[in-house]
C-alpha cells in the first residue's frame, strides 16, 4: 500500500483531477447562454 501512495502516477492523476476540477470551477460561466438564433414561438394550429 505504501508503495502505491507513493508511485509518481496516483500523483499525477490525483494532480491532473485537481487541476481539471479546478478549471471546470474556474472557467465555468456564471451564465449560461445560447449563441442560437432566437426563433418565434409556436403555436398549435387546429
Do not use: N, Y
Amino acid at each position: 500500500m505504501r508503495a502505491l501512495l507513493k508511485s509518481s502516477f496516483v500523483w499525477q492523476f490525483a494532480g491532473g483531477f485537481a487541476l481539471g476540477a479546478l478549471g471546470l470551477v474556474m472557467l465555468h460561466p456564471a451564465e449560461a447562454t445560447s449563441h442560437a438564433p432566437q426563433t418565434a414561438p409556436i403555436e398549435a394550429v387546429r
